[in-house]
């Protein structure tokens, strides 16, 4: 009919932006053990990124210059970071959704990238904007974000400054992730610490010489 005709593009543009506008909260609606039926056998996805800690205070992990930090549809965090609840991050930060998390996923170049790190570059590469990584609000003090401290939080020169000179931690109001690979490449680690009875890895990245630099890096890790 025309009616209908006449609101397809209309609709349209709101399917678009609702998709736009994903979060990760809604791929488990619901409590856990009581999802919504739709989604009771569906898979609970695990993204993960690199909250890059060259600047941490603890050795073991300025060793590692960054630490896992998975995103998730109920909690988001690190063990250098605590964990908060994903859904609390979202209010937190409206810019967050499954593509943002996704995004930071493969955010393979940056001035910071964990063990990647090239040091006598990262001052250059973030001053000519080579720096694909995110600020987020961080888990551990996500709670206490009000007032000062969430004033304080958003001064974006600060930041910065600590971004190009190799200074960021698990210490300051937001923290900065990059790619999982600057991590974990295989995405194995939060699977091992989750104690998973039997895990399925593929292995695709780059390398021609078949020494799984890789799997041999977070076997070390874990």
């Known amino acids: 009919s025309r009616g209908e005709i006449a609101h397809e593009p209309r609709l349209a543009r709101k399917r678009s932006t609702d998709v736009d506008q994903f979060k990760l909260t809604s791929l488990k609606p619901g409590s856990p053990g009581k999802w919504a039926d739709s989604v009771w056998f569906s898979p609970y996805l695990l993204i993960n990124t690199a909250v890059n800690l060259e600047g941490s205070p603890y050795l073991g992990r300025r060793g590692r210059s ?9 909690y988001t965090g690190s063990q250098a970071t605590g964990y908060a609840a994903t859904i609390s991050l979202e209010r937190a930060d409206r810019n967050l959704n499954l593509g943002t998390a996704m995004a930071i996923s493969g955010a393979a170049a940056s001035a910071n990238m964990g063990a990647n790190t090239i040091r006598i570059l990262t001052f250059s590469l973030a001053a000519l904007n080579v720096r694909l990584g995110y600020w987020l609000p961080n888990p551990r003090f996500l709670r206490g974000r009000t007032g000062l401290r969430r004033l304080l939080a958003n001064i ?16 300051t109001s937001n923290v900065y992730l990059t790619d999982g690979g600057h991590f974990d490449n295989l995405g194995l680690y939060e699977l091992l610490k989750r104690r998973c009875k039997v895990i399925v ?4 990245e780059a390398d021609p010489t078949l020494d799984f630099n890789s799997l041999i890096r977070v076997e070390r890790y874990a």
Do not use: M, N
């Open 156 to 171: 974006a020169p600060w930041y910065f400054a600590k971004e190009a000179i190799g200074r960021v931690d698990e210490l």
């Open 66 to 74: 960054a630490d896992s930090f998975v995103f998730s549809p109920i």
């Open 201 to 204: 890895v593929a292995d695709a």
